[in-house]
């Protein structure tokens, strides 16, 4: 008798295989957010932190888990390609700056909420060498209140990094995307401008 | 009753007003020079000087009215009546969301609506915390949307806030369609914008203060999050479509290839 279940296991495991390896990135998606989620809770939420390490400590997580550069040229839309090669380097680092010390901040504020990944499912992706999954998760900002966060997940075979992040729907890509617009567009259409206002804030 | 109704009109009649003089102060269109052309459509903001100006009233408004209310019902209303009272108002707007859900032909929406509606009676007179059936919120708009009809240009409106072409015909399309002003009269739709204007905004003053402080464009930022909060309740939180983050791909963030050799190029 429990050799004819054994036989069955595998059998049910022969066959269900291949589709189980068709859509592994999704479960390694998941995986991936949940893991980075934890690392960040423990490392970055420290309170016994100083402002600086935790700025350093999430730096080296963000670099880790989100596709930093490509986020950043998306999120520079149409003037990315009207910026000179000075000023796309000098972009991508206030860019980074900007992030870090914004979320580093917010993290300091996290007091135990509980964060649960709920499960993935895959996306199209726009380039045939990479999967994208998007990974469902909630973070309760009280016992009874959760928020919905997706994250997009896009994969190289081990190489796995977030290019988005969703809250309640709302794109966290697209709204950088589209203040940074306006601040160029009211400029008269300078990328400099916006490199003034990031120098700005860097600093802080 | 009349007198009220008269003058809720006369200030809705002073919103499309507003709005025909805001067409007369129109963004300059750029002509000659296409990025800035494009930039110009994708903000779909014709309006955007009368916007900004009617923001920044709104946000004055905020600050020396709805937000200090909203701390003083945060930090003084005793917080274990806060969740039936949040439930009430919750409530009141859940036959327009019926109304709205059944001309969207979403059966399964608007007997959640009802249901919400009907759960929440005892749960109120108990003060539990949640009912068991989660609100639906439907409007004139969304319903405009479903049937197809674009959002068209951003509209500012005077202390209602972002809104959208379509979005303000609603908002009007809406005041004659709620039951509530039917059965309990114009002061009970008024009374419920306010306190759930009050009980929204106590709920979201960290977030704002965070959003204010941290946006390099406060106007541009609230213009973006309007849109797709929209977006996400017209599709009723369904994950977005396929297209949403055009292309972010690794190729600049690939280790093996190294960020610099394509960060000119493209």
């Known amino acids: 008798m429990r050799y004819i279940a054994a036989i069955g296991l595998a059998l049910a495991f022969i066959v269900s295989a291949p589709t189980l390896h068709a859509d592994s990135h999704t479960e390694a998606s998941a995986k991936f957010i949940a893991t980075l989620a934890e690392r960040a809770i423990n490392s970055i939420s420290d309170t016994a932190l100083s402002v600086e390490e935790r700025r350093s400590k999430f730096r080296e997580l963000f670099r880790e888990g989100f596709a930093v550069n490509g986020i950043a040229r998306f999120v520079l839309g149409r003037y990315w390609r009207k910026a000179s090669d000075a000023e796309k380097d000098e972009y991508l680092k206030l860019f980074e700056d900007v992030i870090v010390s914004t979320w580093a901040d917010r993290f300091s504020q996290y007091t135990g909420q509980k964060f649960e990944v709920n499960g993935a499912h895959p996306v199209p992706s726009a380039s045939d060498q990479e999967n994208v999954a998007l ?5 309760f900002v009280d016992a009874t ?13 081990d190489l796995f990094k977030i290019v988005d992040v969703s809250v309640e729907g709302i794109s966290m890509a697209n709204t950088q995307r589209d203040e940074f617009n306006s601040v160029i567009h009211k400029a ?3 990328v400099s401008a916006l490199l003034v206002e990031l120098r700005n804030r860097s600093g802080s | 009753m009349s007198n009220s109704v008269f003058g809720f009109k006369s200030i809705r009649f002073a919103v499309v007003l507003t709005l025909a003089g805001i067409l007369g102060a129109c963004a300059t269109t750029p002509s000659n020079d296409p990025e800035a052309r494009a930039a110009y459509d994708e903000a779909n903001d014709p309006f955007e000087p009368a916007n900004r100006l009617v923001f920044s009233v709104n946000v004055m408004v905020d600050q020396l009215v709805l937000q200090p209310t909203a701390v003083t019902y945060r930090d003084l209303f005793p917080d274990a009546l806060k969740p039936p009272v949040h439930n009430f108002f919750t409530n009141l707007f859940m036959p327009l ?11 399964d929406r608007a007997e959640q609506a009802a249901a919400r509606f009907v759960t929440a009676v005892p749960t109120l007179l108990l003060a539990k915390t949640m009912p068991e059936k989660d609100p639906i919120f439907e409007d004139a708009g969304q319903t405009m949307a479903v049937w197809g009809f674009d959002a068209g240009p ?3 409106l005077p202390l209602l806030g972002p809104s ?3 979005g303000t015909v609603g908002t009007v399309a809406d005041f004659f369609i709620d039951p509530v002003g039917w059965v309990l009269g114009t002061e009970a739709s008024i009374g419920r914008a306010t306190g759930n204007a009050v009980i929204t905004r106590s709920r979201n003053l960290e977030q704002v203060r965070d959003l204010q402080k941290n946006s390099l464009d406060y106007y541009a930022a609230v213009r973006s999050l309007y849109r797709q909060q929209r977006e ?7 994950t977005e479509p396929v297209q949403p983050a055009p292309t972010i791909g690794l190729e600049l963030d690939d280790p093996g290839k190294g960020p610099k050799e394509t960060a000119s190029g493209n």
């Open chain 2, 154 to 156: 951003y509209v500012m």
């Open chain 1, 145 to 157: 209140t959760p928020v919905r966060i997706e994250w997009r997940v896009a994969s190289r075979g």
């Open chain 1, 188 to 190: 008269g259409g300078e």
């Open chain 2, 232 to 238: 996400a309740q017209v599709r009723n939180g369904a």
């Open chain 2, 164 to 166: 959208s072409v379509r």
């Open chain 2, 97 to 107: 969301s019926f109304i709205h859900a059944l001309l969207q032909g979403d059966l």
């Open chain 1, 135 to 139: 990974v469902e998760s909630r973070f």
